[in-house]
């Protein structure tokens, strides 16, 4: 039987094994529960790239179901269109990015209180205070008896 070791080596494929849950989905839920409690004792912010975790279809479905969605949503069109939302549960959000033909880039869960791409840059929020101030001078005299 000295050929059979070498069976180990060879990729094997299970047949509807992407329409099974895996496990690593369960796994990924109780991670992202020790990571929400985390921001909340101590404001530790923390992301994980789905894209770099074994997920089947049922275990990204399962995980969907599972998160659900919030009462909050943004599109970007930066780059590329990315869809923001947060889960059904507060402090978690789902970042998905896409390229200009429409494949996901990236797929990322954040723990967090606000996504870092929602965030409006230092640098824009000189150059809008600037700009507005400039505006203030153009804007119209309020009506006398208003």
Known sequence: MAGVSGLANIGVRVDGADERLSGNAHALIHELATRLAKLDAEGIEDAIDLRGIPLSKADLQMLEDFLGT???????????????????????????????????????????RRP?????????????????HEALGSLPAPSPGA
């Open 70 to 112: 919030g009462e909050i949503e943004a599109r970007i069109d930066a780059l590329g269109p990315t869809r923001v939302y947060e889960t059904s549960y507060s402090g978690i959000w789902r970042a998905t990015y896409y390229n200009e033909d429409g494949k996901v880039v990236a797929d990322v869960l954040e723990v967090t």
């Open 116 to 132: 870092e791409i929602l965030a409006t840059p230092r640098g824009d929020v000189a150059d809008a205070s600037r700009a507005l």
